[in-house]
DNA sequence: AAGATGTTCAACCGCGGGCCC
DNA sequence: TGGGCCCGCGGTTGAACATCT
């Protein structure tokens, strides 16, 4: 235990009444009535006044992850998962820069999905997740699927179609995929040719083609067009009310992502950029594509 | 049905930076 | 300038839940 923590502790005496673990209703229910007539910040002058015994940083915590009213709940949805992928590939660990540019998830939520999802991922994959590698793998496999997901989430009737597209490997796939699906590998669930997997990962990461979308070269923010982090958050307490987070339900608008400032449409991000017309083939990689086999990503890890 | 194993995520910890006196 | 305090960040832990055998 370090000094600060003694420091944020304060005395003994007060250490030893200090409660740890899970919140209950009631504490919950104490913080946010403190906030709603007080706000927020100085956070061990906050635990105090509230009558809370907790340290200012659990009540810190707990009020900017789990009660703070603008906090998405549920799924990350594709265009988020995309998002963290990008930025995460640009700034590394830094989960509160990250954070700032998905409206309503909090670092904590973005730092566990990089962990369990995204880490499992290049675990199972036998690649070092920080490695120029699985960076690689995620922008030309993983990216590309999201968009796909996204585009079956906005255009349910294509599914069919995009899920049977057989990624390069036929003239049969080209000729029948539409535009925006041809080169997107397929969906079918099978387990993960691993060791081609690691191959081709190997060989991307050596590959820098001007005409890869998911190059080094390319910058997906182009197509993201990032948008600055939201100046202030809704007041929850107007007229006197508060939503309590319930569960998934505390936020009933599941469609509103929260990216509004986003362009992540999938059609026109694909047509913009020319997605479908990518050839892997000239770019060196078509070997690749034809050792894949379906699936190299878990669609369910999404 | 029950124990083992895996996964998720809320909460904690340690550290460093900024501010104030 | 140095020390104390507060705050926020990133890493880690462990309880609860889910899935597997």
């Given amino acids: 235990m370090s ?67 603008d906090i998405k709940r549920g799924n990350l949805t594709p265009q988020e998962q995309l998002l963290i992928l990008e930025l995460h590939s640009k700034w590394g660990n830094r989960w509160s820069k990250i954070a700032q540019h998905l409206p309503g998830r909090t670092d904590n939520e973005i730092k566990n999905y990089w962990r369990t999802r995204v880490q499992k991922q290049a675990r199972q994959l036998n690649i070092e997740s920080g490695s120029k590698r699985f960076i690689d793998a995620v922008k030309c496999f993983w990216m590309p699927r999201l968009l796909q997901k996204m585009e079956q989430d906005t255009y349910p009737s294509s599914c069919s179609s995009m899920t049977n597209i057989n990624f390069g490997n036929s003239a049969e796939a080209s000729s029948s995929s ?50 600055e982090p939201p100046k202030s958050t809704p007041n929850v307490f107007e007229n006197n009310v508060y939503s309590y987070p319930i569960q998934d339900s505390y936020y009933a608008d599941t469609n509103n992502y929260g990216m509004e400032g986003l362009n992540l449409d999938p059609m026109s991000i694909m047509e913009t950029y020319d997605i479908p017309q990518f050839d892997f083939q000239t770019a060196g990689s078509g070997w690749m594509l034809d050792n894949m086999g379906d699936t190299l990503w878990n669609m369910d890890a999404m």
């Fill in 3 to 69: 000094t600060n923590t003694k420091r944020d502790l304060g005395s003994n005496e007060e250490e030893s009444e200090l409660r740890r673990g899970p919140w209950t209703l009631e504490e919950d229910s104490l913080l946010i009535h403190y906030i709603a007539r007080h706000g927020e910040g100085r956070w061990n002058m906050l635990a105090k006044s509230a009558g809370l015994k907790r340290t200012g940083k659990s009540c810190r915590l707990r009020w900017l992850n789990y009660l703070k009213p």
């Fill in 178 to 227: 539409t535009k925006t699906s041809s080169n997107i590998p397929s969906l079918s669930p099978s387990s993960p040719p691993q060791r081609e997997f690691i191959d081709a990962a190997n060989h991307f990461s050596t590959m820098s083609s001007p005409s890869n979308p998911f190059s080094d070269s390319f910058q997906f923010s182009q197509l993201l067009e990032i948008s």
